[in-house]
Nanobody, 123 residues
Framework: QVQLVESGGGLVQAGGSLRLSCAAS????????MGWFRQAPGKEREFVAT????????IYADSVKGRFIIFRDSDKIAVYLQMNSLKPEDTAVYYC????????????????WGQGTQVTVSS
């Protein structure tokens, strides 16, 4: 059974940084694409970034390009989202996801999801 558990969310001032973690378990993820999505109140879930577990290729949404970095640790079986230069519009619940497709920027292309972690950026 695949489990994805996010952590690292919190309250931060604009311009600050946070690192989100996603601990993955339940199977071998070498053939998976891992993604981060976010959902703000009243809005649809939107793509943030994705990484191919094998090879480490990455793709970012334009809104976070140059500020966020997605990376993985194969030993710890974890995926991270380093968020820098945070803005109030980055406030959302952030979700980790896993799926067999890469690249994949649509929520429906992912099979497994974590429970989400809240990120709040104050102005």
């Amino acid at each position: 059974q695949v489990q994805l558990v996010e952590s690292g969310g919190g309250l931060v001032q604009a311009g600050g940084s946070l690192r989100l973690s996603c601990a993955a378990s339940g199977r071998t993820f070498s053939s998976y694409g891992m993604g981060w999505f976010r959902q703000a109140p009243g809005k649809e879930r939107e793509f943030v970034a994705t990484i191919r577990w094998s090879g480490g290729d990455t793709i970012y949404a334009d809104s976070v390009k140059g500020r966020f970095i997605i990376f993985r640790d194969s030993d710890k079986i974890a995926v991270y989202l380093q968020m820098n230069s945070l803005k109030p519009e980055d406030t959302a619940v952030y979700y980790c996801a896993a799926g067999h497709l890469y690249p994949a920027a649509l929520a429906g292309q992912y099979e497994y999801w974590g429970q989400g972690t809240q990120v709040t950026v104050s102005s």
